[in-house]
């Protein structure tokens, strides 16, 4: 499975982010409305905690455990 490397507000803003955009497909009348169906990837990676990208980069917004 993936390593969780997205942090709270960083998965919060994912989640808005991505419900905003999704939205706006169904509000927004025209011909590139099907853009905003990229709001999909922000909010997959804000409900998963985990973005593939920060992997590849080797990012990490999460805070760090204290042991």
């Not at 919060?12 to 999909?40: E, Q, T």
């Amino acid at each position: 499975m993936l390593k969780k490397n997205v942090g709270g507000i960083d998965r919060a803003l994912r989640i808005i982010v991505g419900l905003a955009l999704i939205a706006a497909f169904f509000i927004v009348d025209g011909p590139y409305k099907w853009l905003y169906l990229i709001g999909i990837v922000p909010l997959v990676t804000g409900l998963m905690s985990t973005c593939p990208l920060y992997s590849i980069f080797g990012l990490n917004t999460c805070p760090m455990k204290k042991s």
